[in-house]
């Protein structure tokens, strides 16, 4: 057995053609690895941009649908006094509920002339309607600030309505 055994001290240096040889093919490998790794995760990019553009298209046709809903329709048709109301106050005597007690007609009649000296800077603006309704059918304000943000427009502006 102890023939068997060999001194690495009396072994001849690895032959330089053969250790570049080693080092390029690691080096192949590698990159080919790497060029695989990064082609996978350019793929899986490309797909959740395309889930996220479907998700956007079937965003934009709930929207347009959320839009023909006539009776959203006829809540913005109603008379300015009711579209100056906060979406909170507005969403009650919209639902009908029995704690709201109704207002004379003559306390009706008054509530114009009250709401007219306001300056005219708090007119809303009709680009930010659809957000309006979103309040009104009870989705969160952090969620319409950030569907208005989204779509370019100024998140605070909504706040001044509130």
């Not at 300015?80 to 004379?104: F, I, R």
Request: some cysteine; overall charge negative; hydrophobic content about 40%.
């Amino acid at each position: 057995m102890d023939s068997l055994t060999v001194q690495k001290h009396e072994l001849p240096p690895t032959n330089q053609k053969r250790m570049v040889a080693f080092i390029n093919h690691f080096i192949v490998s590698t990159v080919t690895f790497l060029n695989k790794f990064a082609s996978d995760c350019e793929s899986k990019f490309v797909t959740y941009e395309q889930k996220i553009q479907n998700l956007e298209a079937s965003l934009l046709i709930v929207e347009a649908k959320l839009a023909s809903i006539d009776v959203l329709k006829q809540l913005n048709d109603g008379p300015p006094a009711s579209a100056e109301m906060k979406p909170s106050d507005s969403q009650p005597t919209a639902l009908g509920s029995s704690d709201v007690e109704p207002v004379p007609a003559a306390e009706l009649q008054s509530q114009p002339e009250i709401s007219t000296p306001n300056p005219p800077a708090l007119e809303r603006d009709p680009k930010y309607d659809l957000y309006f309704k979103m309040l009104q059918l009870g989705v969160p304000l952090g969620a319409v600030k950030n569907k208005i943000s989204f779509e370019g427009l100024d998140p605070d502006y909504i706040d001044r309505f509130l």
